[in-house]
T-cell receptor, first 115, second 109 residues
Framework: ETGVTQSPTHLIKTRGQQVTLRCSSQ?????VSWYQQALGQGPQFIFQ???????GRGNFPPRFSGLQFPNYSSELNVNALELDDSALYLC??????????????FGQGTRLTVV | RKEVEQDPGPFNVPEGATVAFNCTYS??????FFWYRQDCRKEPKLLMS???SGNEDGRFTAQLNRASQYISLLIRDSKLSDSATYLC??????????FGRGTSLIVHP
């Protein structure tokens, strides 16, 4: 067990709807990264949050947004869902310091199906 | 050209075999390199970091070739439990990791 928990584990949404996914980071970690993993592909980086600020963003449209809370937990919000948004959404927590970033631990993911 | 490229496989090998995977990366400024293992329908887990001098952990050996911009993973004496997808990860200076699509390994009796 990594201590990173995601909810819900599975979700079915209709095209055009909005969804919020949640991630509780491992104790002592201050950074959360979100990834989208389509079937048969590697995880694609969506964005990273460090101390409640976005710290980097991948090639995803603005309808993908996020938050990090003072306790370092995080949310991923996706608006106007499209069929291609169907994927496994992973969050990973790590401890980011001035010169290094520790190993990232992944949660078990949320499997989103858009119909 | 993709930032991180891997042969998706599958690599189908018998127990006890030695198997090697390569992963190429396009950003010459990349600083950190890792191999992750992902079992079917599970989250990725760190297998090992890859250091410039190469490193070994039991049956697993990882190497980095900066000149040719690739990293490799060698698995000796394959076990059935090694069957999984192996993901190559490359980080640039901003600590944003880029994953390859993974290489599937199937070890059969």
């Amino acid at each position: 067990e990594t201590g990173v928990t995601q909810s819900p584990t599975h979700l079915i949404k209709t095209r055009g709807q909005q969804v919020t996914l949640r991630c509780s980071s491992q104790s002592g970690h201050n950074t959360v990264s979100w990834y989208q993993q389509a079937l048969g592909q590697g995880p694609q980086f969506i964005f990273q949050y460090y101390r409640e600020e976005e710290n980097g963003r991948g090639n995803f449209p603005p309808r993908f947004s996020g938050l990090q809370f003072p306790n370092y937990s995080s949310e991923l919000n996706v608006n106007a869902l499209e069929l291609d948004d169907s994927a496994l959404y992973l969050c990973a927590s790590s401890l980011f310091g001035s010169e290094m970033n520790t190993e990232a631990f992944f949660g078990q993911g949320t499997r989103l199906t858009v119909v | 050209r993709k930032e991180v490229e891997q042969d998706p496989g599958p690599f189908n090998v018998p127990e006890g075999a030695t198997v090697a995977f390569n992963c190429t990366y396009s950003n010459s400024a990349s600083q950190s390199f890792f191999w992750y293992r992902q079992d079917c329908r599970k989250e990725p887990k760190l297998l090992m970091s890859v250091y410039s001098s190469g490193n070994e952990d039991g049956r697993f050996t990882a190497q980095l070739n900066r000149a040719s911009q690739y990293i490799s993973l060698l698995i000796r004496d394959s076990k059935l439990s090694d069957s999984a997808t192996y993901l190559c990860v490359v980080e640039g200076g901003s600590y944003i990791p880029t994953f390859g699509r993974g290489t599937s390994l199937i070890v059969h009796p």
